[in-house]
């Protein structure tokens, strides 16, 4: 099996302050690896040291072979990485922006012309080409910012936070592309806050306080970590009932959905006992990730207090 990203025991440290602790990884070619958590959980700092732009402070990683350390300049070229603050030129269109880092990334000046035209298609982007990039969307920025980390070709595209601010049809095309990329056989890191992006994902990291907390498929995720029988309860004024049903000897956990209570119990048994207490009918339901995304932060909050 052929990982491209490999850490062990990879961290970074701020003075006193652990933003990423001893987190050990794997990520397999073409695979849509996802990285989650709140912010300040250490996402960003992992991507900068698997980009070769931030040294760890002890641990190990390779990327594409190379170590993070000794072969960061080989790194750098071979990957594509779009930050949160892609920079893109305003006063430039969207074409020239596609050729400004075509030069950048040395492509032969015979190849651009065709490489951007390839970049514009996969991006969804033909017939903008001539806009002034402040006069495009949120949407088409997003896709032309990916477009201009992709134009080298990387074998591994990190992107972090790449639909925050868009909509939510933007982020769906988004992650088409990116699933046509996968496969083709370019591996995908991609940070998000999002559970419908994190479900589109072939691996989850969680990562909390800087520690891996979780890594697994969405579907085992939503099947193994939640330990108990989960129901939902549209319960009037949930939010002031969490602090009472949290009380419960029965209650392992409550959290709030929208209108509604998604509330953990200890057993199926206990289904009864919850629906007297409410004196409304709770279903049982399948865990979401977000369901899980909740408990596990829940969990490594525990643990650090």
């Given at each position: 099996?052929?990982?491209?990203?490999?850490?062990?025991?990879?961290?970074?440290?701020?003075?006193?302050?652990?933003?990423?602790?001893?987190?050990s990884i794997k990520i397999k070619r073409g695979e849509i690896y996802g990285f989650l958590g709140p912010n300040g959980s250490g996402k960003t700092t992992?991507?900068?040291?698997?980009?070769?732009?931030?040294?760890?402070?002890?641990?190990?990683?390779?990327?594409?072979?190379?170590?993070?350390?000794?072969?960061?300049?080989?790194?750098?070229?071979?990957?594509?990485?779009?930050?949160?603050?892609?920079?893109?030129?305003d006063d430039l269109t969207?074409?020239?922006?596609?050729?400004?880092?075509?030069?950048?990334?040395?492509?032969?000046?015979?190849?651009?012309?065709?490489?951007?035209?390839?970049?514009?298609?996969?991006?969804?982007?033909?017939?903008?080409?001539?806009?002034?990039?402040?006069?495009?969307?949120?949407g088409f920025k997003q896709r032309l910012a990916m477009a201009c980390a992709l134009i080298s070709r990387p074998a591994i595209l990190f992107l972090d936070e790449p639909t925050s601010g868009t909509s939510p049809v933007s982020r769906r095309m988004f992650f088409q592309i990116i699933q046509r990329l996968?496969?083709?056989?370019?591996?995908?890191?991609?940070?998000?806050?999002?559970?419908?992006?994190?479900?589109?994902?072939y691996n989850i990291a969680f990562i909390s306080e800087g520690m891996l907390?979780?890594?697994?498929?969405?579907?085992?995720?939503?099947?193994?970590?939640?330990?108990?029988?989960?129901?939902?309860?549209?319960?009037?004024?949930?939010l002031q009932r969490t602090g009472d049903l949290e009380k419960l000897p029965y209650v392992k956990e409550c959290s709030i959905h929208g209108p509604l209570l998604h509330v953990l119990l200890e057993s199926e048994r206990d289904l009864d006992a919850l629906n007297r207490f409410t004196g409304v009918a709770a279903t049982i339901i399948r865990p979401s990730l977000e369901d899980v995304f909740i408990s596990l932060a829940k969990k490594a909050k525990r643990r650090v207090t």
């Open positions: 099996m052929e990982y491209v990203v490999t850490t062990r025991d990879l961290t970074r440290t701020f003075g006193s302050f652990t933003a990423v602790n001893k987190l992992t991507i900068r040291m698997l980009c070769g732009i931030l040294a760890p402070t002890s641990g190990s990683g390779t990327v594409l072979g190379h170590d993070l350390v000794r072969g960061a300049e080989k790194i750098k070229q071979k990957i594509g990485y779009m930050s949160q603050k892609f920079s893109l030129y969207a074409f020239e922006n596609l050729e400004f880092y075509a030069g950048m990334y040395s492509i032969p000046y015979r190849e651009r012309k065709n490489r951007i035209a390839e970049m514009l298609e996969l991006s969804l982007l033909e017939g903008k080409e001539r806009e002034l990039v402040a006069n495009l969307s949120g996968a496969n083709e056989g370019v591996t995908v890191m991609v940070t998000t806050h999002f559970m419908d992006e994190a479900e589109r994902c907390i979780a890594n697994d498929t969405p579907d085992n995720l939503k099947n193994n970590v939640i330990e108990g029988c989960l129901v939902e309860v549209d319960l009037p004024g949930a």
